[in-house]
């Protein structure tokens, strides 16, 4: 079978998160059925949302080196359990030479089969995922673009971050009170379906927590990494 | 600060267990404060209790690849989050030549602040961690040998291994009812403390549901990599 090789700590729950994801994605029934992983969770690769905004270091070369040691260690495929990182994805995986899965595609692909290409698609995301357009911009080759909602700035700055950061501090009930406001306001401005597409957003939010049905984008990306390591293993 | 290597997949959700116990044992306002972990989660790797039992074959040489991939990508200080690998402990270590944090050492330790060294020990564990005196022969350098109390061989049949069996099972209330009667027993015999050793009995099992206080092994090793980790990026 395909070694899934983890480029984690971005942020450390996240990737736990993933790997508890890909768990449940899997059809088996003892140890040994379950996809191998290994997973370089190193928390201090600089902040992605702070580089974007230009108030930080590039985390590139971290990505990238945290890569090669997921290379070294036999990894044969890569995945990146955050959004933000995926600002990077196309030098990575230029710099690495690994096959790599995209998270924003897997969620599109699942946001798509839930909702039809005709629904409204709301975004939860970090103002950075937001702004640099990684969601809005990004195409499924056979599919016509989406159809975006996004929360307006007052909501960004005083429901979305605010949310994601209390998660991050472990801070839940408030992450979940604030994040679920948020998910109210694009449903009464006409969401289908919500794209949750910062993996901090879905340890607090699901359907019943906010009344419309959600894509997780990590559980989209777990499951896409579960049916290509085991077609690897069919093959 | 130190990388731990986690050599994990033994099963893959007590791995990932063991990953948010280290989470939780860190005081940390943002990813940045987090231990960096790489974790190789190989299922494949066969089965310790079949192993031990003469009725499969031994997991050294997979746990050995497993480390030597971690040691590979940066590991500086390699844990085993499953009970029964460390019937191979001496073997592995001796093989990889790298610091390792032992598991049965982090709970005794721990027992033996919280309840003294005159406490009489009750130990919950598999019928191999048992039998195998993984727990009951091993000794701290400046500590007196532990007195320990063990469930009966009936009590092990009716309700340790059919309880631990519920929770792997997701039988949750099932399992936390067998394990808290095997818990009692040890108590109405004497035991000051329970020393849980076995990572799918503190899924079910506290001080509340027992009462008794309760050392959860794999929580004691995370603490315990957590402090050596720490100190290392002070020191």
Redo the contacts between chains.
């Keep these: 079978?395909d070694?899934v090789g983890v480029l984690g700590?971005?942020?450390?729950?996240a990737?736990?998160d993933f790997?508890?994801k890909v768990?449940e994605a899997t059809p088996a029934a003892?140890?040994?059925?379950?996809?191998?992983?290994?997973?370089?969770?190193?928390?201090?690769?600089p902040?992605r949302t702070a580089a974007f905004r230009g108030d930080g270091d590039s985390p590139l070369d971290a990505i990238v080196a945290c890569g090669r040691?997921?290379q070294?260690?036999?990894a044969d495929l890569i995945v990146m359990p955050c959004n933000t990182a995926h600002l990077w994805f196309d030098d990575v995986q230029q710099q690495l030479q690994l096959p790599m899965l995209h998270l924003v595609d897997a969620a599109l692909r699942e946001a798509l089969d839930l909702a039809g290409s005709d629904a409204r698609m709301g975004l939860l995301a970090t103002d950075a995922t937001i702004a640099s357009g990684l969601y809005i911009n990004r195409r499924l080759p056979d599919a016509p673009p989406p159809n975006w909602l996004l929360p307006t700035a007052g909501e960004m700055l005083e429901l979305v971050m605010p949310g994601i950061e209390a998660v991050?501090?472990g801070r839940l009930p408030d992450g979940q009170a604030l994040l679920a406001a948020a998910a109210r306001a694009l449903a009464q401005r006409g969401a289908d379906v919500l794209v949750l597409g910062c993996t901090e957003i879905p340890l607090v939010l699901d359907t019943a927590a906010c009344g419309l049905p959600v894509v997780d984008a990590t559980a989209a990306l777990a499951r896409q990494v579960v049916a290509r390591c085991r077609d690897a293993n069919r093959a």
């Design positions: 079978m070694t700590g971005m942020g450390p729950l990737t736990i790997m508890r768990l003892r140890d040994q059925d379950h996809v191998p992983m290994i997973v370089c969770s190193l928390p201090q690769i902040d040691r997921l070294s260690a036999g991050k501090a």
